[in-house]
C-alpha cells in the first residue's frame, strides 16, 4: 500500500477515461433505446442485435477495400434504411396493439436477426478494424489510449450531432412533438407514421455507431452486443427511459462506476461486472422507478 | 347441447393425449424417446412461464436461469457433500449413494427455486412490465457469470459430472424408459395443478391484474400478493424442469441454460398460445423439434446451417405475433371448431 | 345533419352536451370515423386522414388544446408553422400572431405546460394561426376559464375575421359570447340540427333563449 500518490491518481485517471469511452457506447445504444421508447413506447429489444448485423455489414465492406470513415458513413445510411423499413414492415401492423405483443415482436426480431448474422457470416469471432491508432497520450501524468479518446469522441459527437438535429430542425421538432403527443402532431399536419419510423432509422444508426465503436475491442461475434444491450438498458433505466440527456448520462455513469468497481473491488472483478450493472438497475428502479432524469410533467390545468 | 360438447371433446382430447404419451416408447427408437422427454421437460418449464406471461400479463427472459437454480440444486443434492468433493476429481468415482436420489431431488429444486422466484418476484413488483422483461434478461445474460465465480458450489465452468441415473426401487426398465416417465409424470401432476390453480380462484386474480391492475384493485384483488405468488410458482416450474434436465443429461455447467433458452422458452410459449394450456404442448414440441427440422427439412433433402434454426424460430414467432395473436392453440381451435359443432349437433 | 360554413364567415354550434358538436369538428379534421360527405373548397376531405386535412389548411383547436406541454412556446408555434414550411412561414407570420398576442413574444423560451389556462388556450388559437389556415375549428376556446379572458379569446377572433376573413366554426357552450362572435349559428341536439340561422335571429327564438341563453 505504499504507491506513491501520483501513481494511484493516474491509475484511477485511466480507469475513468477508459470507462468512458465504454460509457459512450452504452450511452449512445442506450439513447437508441430511448429513441424507440418515446415514439413506439416500447423498448426494442432486438436494438443491440441490429447494431450487430450492421456492424457486420461495415466489417464486409471494409472487406471490399473500401476505407474505414466512408465504410462507417455508408453503414449508417444501410442502418437509418434498415431501421425504417423495419419500423414500416413490422412494427406498423402492431402499432396499437398492447406494450407485450410489440414487445414481443422486437424478441422475434432478436432471434431471427441473431441468427440471421451467424449464418451469414459464420459464429467465428473476427477482428474489426479500429480507425484510431493503438498508442496512448501522456496527458498531465496520465496515459490515456487515443482508442478510448476516439470512442468516445464519435459517440459523443453523434448524439451530438442528434440533439442538435432534434432542437434546431423541422423535422427534429416534428419528431419530438409526435414522441409528446402524437394525437395533436397529426392536427399539425404531421405524417405521424412516417415519424415513428424516422425515429428507428435513427435508433437503427445511433446502434451501428455503438456497434462499430464497440466492435474493435469485443471482437465481432454475433453475439457481441447482448452484453452491451443490457448495459445500455441499465443505463436508459439510470438516467429515467424517457429522456435523452438521462440515457447519455447513466451511460457514462455506468461504464465509470463498473469499470472502477471491475478494477478495485476484488469481489467484483471482471467476471461479476455485468449482475453489478443489474444490482444497480434493480436498486434504481426500486428506490427511483423513473429514473434520475425522468420526466415529471409540469402542467397546469 | 354445445355447452357440453366442449368439455367432452376436450376432455377426449386429452385422454388421447395421456394414451400417446403413455404408449409412445413401444413405438420409437430411444434417440427419439430422449427427444420426447425434453419435449415433456420443456412443458413443464412453459407452463410455469405461460402462468406468468400468458395468465399474470408478466415478461419473464430468464427462465432459463431459474431452470439453472434448479438443475444446480438437483445436481448438488445428487452428489451430496461426499460426492461434491469427488466430482472435481474424477467423476467415474462418484456413485449414487452419496447423495440424494435424483427423484426426490425434483420437488426439492422447485421449492428451492420457487422460493428464490417468489423473492426475485418483490422488487419485480416495481417494475413496469417492459422493465421487468429486461431486469429478467439480465439475470439470463449473468447468471452463468455468477455460477463461474461461484465455483465452490457450481464446481465452475468445468460444471459438475452426475452419475448416471437409473430407475429407482429395483424396477426393471431401460435408462432413457425410465427418464421419459419421469418427465411425464412430473409434467402431468404439473398440469393438473396449473389447470386447478388457472381454473380456481387464484387464476382470476391473475387474469383481472393482467387484464387492468386498477379494476383488479376496486375489486378487492391484491397485486402484491398475487403477482409475487405468480413468480414464485413460474419459477418453481422452471426449477423441477432444470432439475429433470439436468438428471436427463447427467451434468450441468454454466452454459447448459444459456440466456437463449429462456428467449426462445418466452417465444415458444407465443407460439403455443399465451394462457392457453393446451398452447404449451404445441410450444414443447415446436421449442424441441422446429430448430431440428428447420435446420434439416424432412422431405427435401435439404441440410442448413445451424442458425436456420433459430432464424426460423424468429419468423414463426413474428409471423404468430403478426398474424394469429392467439397462437397456435388459437389456429387449432379455429380449424376443429366446425368438428365440434358437427359433434355437438349430433349429440 | 348538414351545415356549411361561408368564406370569410364565423359560425357557432350550439347545443347541450353529447348532442355531437366535438365530434362534428373531429369528422371534419378527419380524427373520427365517419359516413358523410365533407367537402372543403370544392375537394372530397371526408376520408382523408388528419395530416392530410391540415395541410390542406383546416386548423382544429380541439377539446383539451392539444398544446405540446413539455415544448416552450415558441416550439408549439413552430409546430403551427409546420402544415406550411416551418422557417418561411413562420418568418412571416410570427410577428402577424405576436401583434395580437404581444405577451407570447415576451414569453417565448417558457414551457408551454406551465402557462395559466387562459394562456394556454390563446397559445394554441396563435399556434393555429401561425399556420394561415383557411378554416379554423375551435372546440370550447371558453373551456374553463374566466370571463374575460373568453371576452378576450373571442374579441381576437373577431378581430381576425374582420381583419383577415378568417374562417372559423366554433363550438360553444357559452351561447351569449358565441353567437356575439358569429353571424350564424346551428344547434345540435342528438345529432341533428335542431334549429338554424343568424345570430340575431337566434338570439329572438324563444327554444334558444330559454334552453342556452337563459333569459
Sequence with gaps: MALPLAVVWSQVAQQVTSGLAAGAIYASLALALVLIYQTTNVVNFAQGEMATFTTYIAWTIMNHGVAYWPAFVLTLLIAFGGGVTVERVL???????????????????????????????????????????????????????????????????????????????????????????????????????????????????????????????????????????????????????????????????????????????????QELRLPTALAVLLLVLVIRPRGLFGRVVVRRV | MRRWASPVLQGLVLAAAVVLIVLLPRFTSEFRLGQFTYVGIYFIALLGLNILTGYNGQISLGHAAFMAIGGYTAAILILGQKGFELAGHDPAQVIPEHGMRALFTIPIAGLVTGVIGYLFGLPALRLAAVSLALATLAVAVSFPALAKRFEHLTGGGGGLSLPLPHAPFGWDISTPHWLYYEAWVTAAILFVVAWLLVRGRVGRAWRAIRDGEIAAVSSGVSPAVYKTLAFGISAAYAGVAGALFAIQVSYINPDTFPVTLSILLLASVVIGGLSSLSGVIVGALVLEFLPIYAQAPPVLHLNFAKQAGPVVFGFVLMVIVLLVPGGMASLIRRITRPLTAALARKA | MSLTVAEGEIVALLGPNGAGKTTTLRAVSGTVRHTGEIVFEGKQIARSKPDAVARAGVAHVPEGRGLFAELSVWENLRMGAYVRGERRTLRQEAPRVFKYFPWLERRRDQQAGTLSGGEQQMLALARALVGRPRLLMLDEPSLGLAPTVVHEIFRIVKELNADDGLTVLVVEQNANVALDAAARAYVLEVGQVAIEGESAELRRHEGVRKSYLGY
Excluded at chain 1, 142 to 165: E, K, M, N, Y
Aim: aromatic share 10%.
Design chain 1, 91 to 269: 412494427i406498423r401492423p402492431v402499432e396499437h396493439r398492447p406494450e407485450l405483443v410489440i414487445v414481443i415482436l422486437t424478441i422475434g426480431m432478436l432471434i431471427a436477426i441473431n441468427g440471421l448474422t451467424g449464418w451469414i457470416w459464420g459464429p467465428e469471432v473476427k477482428a474489426f478494424d479500429s480507425p484510431f491508432p493503438n498508442r496512448s497520450v501522456i496527458v498531465g501524468g496520465v496515459a490515456i489510449s487515443i482508442q478510448d479518446i476516439g470512442t468516445f469522441c464519435v459517440c459523443l459527437g453523434t448524439v451530438v450531432v442528434l440533439w442538435l438535429f432534434f432542437r434546431f430542425t423541422t423535422l427534429g421538432l416534428a419528431m419530438r412533438s409526435v414522441a409528446f403527443n402524437p394525437d395533436a402532431s397529426r392536427l399539425m399536419g404531421v405524417r405521424v407514421g412516417w415519424m415513428l419510423a424516422l425515429g428507428w432509422g435513427f435508433a437503427a444508426a445511433l446502434g451501428a455507431v455503438a456497434g462499430m465503436m464497440a466492435a474493435p475491442t469485443v471482437f465481432l461475434d454475433p453475439d457481441m452486443m447482448l452484453v452491451i444491450l443490457i448495459y445500455a438498458f441499465a443505463a436508459a433505466v439510470l438516467g429515467g427511459i424517457d429522456s435523452p440527456v438521462g440515457a447519455v448520462v447513466g451511460g457514462l455513469l455506468l461504464g465509470v462506476v463498473i469499470n472502477l468497481l471491475g478494477s478495485y473491488v476484488d469481489f467484483v472483478g
